[in-house]
């Protein structure tokens, strides 16, 4: 605390305001071993009536995040934006979008979050803009305008023989067909990695850096306590603009499968994550760089920490152990995987902290991916175990404590996300798992008074709702809360306590050791099939009593003596070393 009074009293002493050192960060900053959540502020709470969720929303629902054991929320983009891609084109980066409230009511929302130990995170689209953004508005007013060079702009590489101008090369928009649009006006192509709608914003050119990193600053300076960064690996483009090598047969816009080797995960990425960290640590209070970082595998992963420097993010995410086994395809319960994944974060990274992840807006539901029909509710659990009771900063999705399902449209018409238009059948969009918050039973599940929310909400929030699984002692939420309880109160699940993942059980079993200050064992061990399993526990923990801290369907019994603990189907327990 004297440091910053001292730094005021000699700025207004001497008339000017003097240059602040770094704050050192804490040994155990805050965002190590948090639970964080992301809100998609469309759907969580809508508070003014007209279907779509928003700031005050958020802020009326605090006190359940705070039940829930979260210490962050990220709010995807709720700036103002044509909503195109629902908020991730952005068209003024140092506003909020009416529809979402008011600046007022985002300052709001950030000290009634502190109160409750909350801190708010924001998302940071870099990569692009809104085409209605002003700075393309101007870059794309002609050749010679200042901002032209703020964006990815090229020549036709010649014309075809009807006079139309032949993109670049052929790269691709991840949202379907060449990634190179023609503007009329200025006779060039833009790069667009996302919708047309969505042009890159030119990286290398210093006054982009400049101009975004003020942007950080104008948020930092309003409290939040990081940002979650956007399609981040996107940022850079070769510059010879070579073609991609196609990788054989076609995806679901029709368009030949490339590997993206010229357009994702450059490495000229990391000067600009190693300077944006720098501006971060120059504010106190540990704020936190988050990656959306979809990476091939974890070395790639431990690059984007800053390797052995630790420099550039502090939580890239690590999508491999949620997202692995198979991205919007079904996920494989399969304990050998889960096991070399948990362990090769926890052996590969250096020390630093994973952050995992199993759902988010872009993809299926977990419920959804691992679900086998008949287990669906314990493996929820497990999914939630994993998350909650690793070594880890965990992030979860609206919903996702309940058991919210995909709900995909099931007609073309009623689709919103305009990938969903484009890709029908094949790729029917992401409304599936954008669907509004289940808070209650009643007509429109407490999440809006209109009849007509911007995205239907889904019939079962009848039975699957917060009010009905607060009463269910073996609910989703229920077993969310008891997790995050105990990683709170806990000395084993304390963000530094050790974690060893047992890689010599039974096939189909994960388990881990977490050990804390107090040299108490903790053991967690989840059985991820449908016939009993049994685990000799001695060589882990000792032949001593062990004493049941969570359960979600055995064994029941508070004390287990015997070293062979047989594992029900699909269970999860989790019990720490007694007398
Ligand atoms: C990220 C977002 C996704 C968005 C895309 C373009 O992947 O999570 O929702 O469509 O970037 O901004």
């Given at each position: 605390m004297l440091r910053p009074i001292l730094a005021t009293l000699l700025a207004l002493s001497s008339g000017t305001l003097l240059a602040q050192t770094a704050p050192t960060p804490t040994?155990?900053?805050?965002?190590?071993?948090a639970v964080l959540y992301e809100i998609y502020p469309r759907s969580f709470q809508d508070s003014n009536g007209d279907g779509v969720g928003d700031l005050n929303g958020i802020t009326s629902r605090l006190d359940y995040l705070q039940k829930l054991g979260i210490d962050g929320i990220w709010i995807a983009p709720a700036y103002p934006s044509p909503q195109v891609d629902f908020g991730y084109d952005i068209s003024d980066y140092e506003a909020i979008d009416p529809q979402y409230g008011t600046m007022a009511d985002f300052e709001k929302l950030v000290a009634a979050a502190k109160q409750r130990h909350i801190r708010v995170l924001m998302d940071m689209v870099l990569n692009h803009t809104s085409d209605k953004d002003p700075w393309f508005v101007q870059s794309k007013s002609s050749r010679t305008d200042p901002k032209r060079d703020w964006y990815v702009w090229r020549d036709p590489k010649g014309y075809d023989k009807d006079g139309k101008p032949i993109p670049p090369n052929n790269w691709q928009s991840v949202f379907g067909h060449s990634a190179w649009e023609w503007d009329a006006g200025t006779k060039q192509f833009y790069y667009h990695r996302f919708y047309v709608q969505q042009p890159d914003l030119n990286w290398r050119n210093p006054a982009v850096e400049k101009a975004m990193f003020d942007v950080l600053r104008f948020w930092l300076d309003k409290g939040v306590a990081g940002f979650r960064l956007d399609a981040i690996p996107s940022l850079f483009e070769d510059p010879a603009m070579r073609n991609e090598p196609e990788k054989g047969g076609t995806n679901a816009y029709g368009d030949p499968n490339l590997n993206t080797i010229y357009t994702d995960n450059l490495p000229e990425v990391h000067g600009v994550i190693a300077r944006m960290r720098k501006v971060v640590a120059a504010y106190p209070d540990d704020r936190v760089l988050i990656g959306e970082t979809y990476l091939p595998n974890v070395e790639e992963l431990d690059k984007w920490y800053g390797g052995a420097a630790k420099n550039e993010l502090q939580l890239p995410m690590d999508m491999l152990l949620g997202f692995g086994s198979g991205y919007a395809g079904h996920g494989k319960l399969d304990a050998t995987f889960f096991r070399n994944t948990i362990n090769a974060a926890e052996t590969k990274l250096q020390g630093s902290e994973p952050l995992f992840v199993f759902s988010n807006h872009d993809n299926p539901r977990d419920w959804d991916r691992y679900s086998d029909g008949v287990h669906d509710l314990q493996i929820a659990k497990i999914l939630a175990t994993m998350l909650l009771t690793t070594r880890d900063t965990a992030l979860l999705y609206y919903g996702e404590e309940l058991g919210m399902k995909t709900h995909t449209p099931t007609r073309v018409e009623d689709v919103q996300d305009p990938i969903g238009k484009l890709g029908w059948p094949k790729e029917k969009g992401r409304d599936g798992e954008r669907t509004p918050m289940q808070w209650t039973a009643d007509a429109q599940a407490g999440f809006s008074t209109n009849a007509h929310t911007w995205l239907p909400v889904a019939a079962d929030h009848t039975t699957l709702n917060v009010v009905s699984e607060e009463q269910d002692p073996n609910s989703l939420l229920r077993w969310y809360q008891q997790l995050t309880h105990l990683r709170d109160s806990n000395p084993a699940f304390a963000p530094d306590a050790k974690i060893n993942v047992l890689m010599n059980t039974a096939a189909d079993v994960l388990a881990y050791t977490r050990a804390g200050a107090d040299g108490k064992l903790v053991l967690v061990a989840i059985n991820m099939s449908d016939a009993p399993q049994t685990l000799d526990t001695s060589a882990y923990v000792g032949t001593g009593a062990l004493h049941t801290l969570a359960a979600s369907n055995a064994p029941q019994n508070n004390s287990v003596k015997s070293k062979q603990v047989t594992l029900p189907p699909f269970s999860v327990w989790v019990a720490e070393q007694g007398q």
């Amino acid at each position: 605390m004297l440091r910053p009074i001292l730094a005021t009293l000699l700025a207004l002493s001497s008339g000017t305001l003097l240059a602040q050192t770094a704050p050192t960060p804490t040994a155990t900053p805050w965002w190590k071993g948090a639970v964080l959540y992301e809100i998609y502020p469309r759907s969580f709470q809508d508070s003014n009536g007209d279907g779509v969720g928003d700031l005050n929303g958020i802020t009326s629902r605090l006190d359940y995040l705070q039940k829930l054991g979260i210490d962050g929320i990220w709010i995807a983009p709720a700036y103002p934006s044509p909503q195109v891609d629902f908020g991730y084109d952005i068209s003024d980066y140092e506003a909020i979008d009416p529809q979402y409230g008011t600046m007022a009511d985002f300052e709001k929302l950030v000290a009634a979050a502190k109160q409750r130990h909350i801190r708010v995170l924001m998302d940071m689209v870099l990569n692009h803009t809104s085409d209605k953004d002003p700075w393309f508005v101007q870059s794309k007013s002609s050749r010679t305008d200042p901002k032209r060079d703020w964006y990815v702009w090229r020549d036709p590489k010649g014309y075809d023989k009807d006079g139309k101008p032949i993109p670049p090369n052929n790269w691709q928009s991840v949202f379907g067909h060449s990634a190179w649009e023609w503007d009329a006006g200025t006779k060039q192509f833009y790069y667009h990695r996302f919708y047309v709608q969505q042009p890159d914003l030119n990286w290398r050119n210093p006054a982009v850096e400049k101009a975004m990193f003020d942007v950080l600053r104008f948020w930092l300076d309003k409290g939040v306590a990081g940002f979650r960064l956007d399609a981040i690996p996107s940022l850079f483009e070769d510059p010879a603009m070579r073609n991609e090598p196609e990788k054989g047969g076609t995806n679901a816009y029709g368009d030949p499968n490339l590997n993206t080797i010229y357009t994702d995960n450059l490495p000229e990425v990391h000067g600009v994550i190693a300077r944006m960290r720098k501006v971060v640590a120059a504010y106190p209070d540990d704020r936190v760089l988050i990656g959306e970082t979809y990476l091939p595998n974890v070395e790639e992963l431990d690059k984007w920490y800053g390797g052995a420097a630790k420099n550039e993010l502090q939580l890239p995410m690590d999508m491999l152990l949620g997202f692995g086994s198979g991205y919007a395809g079904h996920g494989k319960l399969d304990a050998t995987f889960f096991r070399n994944t948990i362990n090769a974060a926890e052996t590969k990274l250096q020390g630093s902290e994973p952050l995992f992840v199993f759902s988010n807006h872009d993809n299926p539901r977990d419920w959804d991916r691992y679900s086998d029909g008949v287990h669906d509710l314990q493996i929820a659990k497990i999914l939630a175990t994993m998350l909650l009771t690793t070594r880890d900063t965990a992030l979860l999705y609206y919903g996702e404590e309940l058991g919210m399902k995909t709900h995909t449209p099931t007609r073309v018409e009623d689709v919103q996300d305009p990938i969903g238009k484009l890709g029908w059948p094949k790729e029917k969009g992401r409304d599936g798992e954008r669907t509004p918050m289940q808070w209650t039973a009643d007509a429109q599940a407490g999440f809006s008074t209109n009849a007509h929310t911007w995205l239907p909400v889904a019939a079962d929030h009848t039975t699957l709702n917060v009010v009905s699984e607060e009463q269910d002692p073996n609910s989703l939420l229920r077993w969310y809360q008891q997790l995050t309880h105990l990683r709170d109160s806990n000395p084993a699940f304390a963000p530094d306590a050790k974690i060893n993942v047992l890689m010599n059980t039974a096939a189909d079993v994960l388990a881990y050791t977490r050990a804390g200050a107090d040299g108490k064992l903790v053991l967690v061990a989840i059985n991820m099939s449908d016939a009993p399993q049994t685990l000799d526990t001695s060589a882990y923990v000792g032949t001593g009593a062990l004493h049941t801290l969570a359960a979600s369907n055995a064994p029941q019994n508070n004390s287990v003596k015997s070293k062979q603990v047989t594992l029900p189907p699909f269970s999860v327990w989790v019990a720490e070393q007694g007398q």
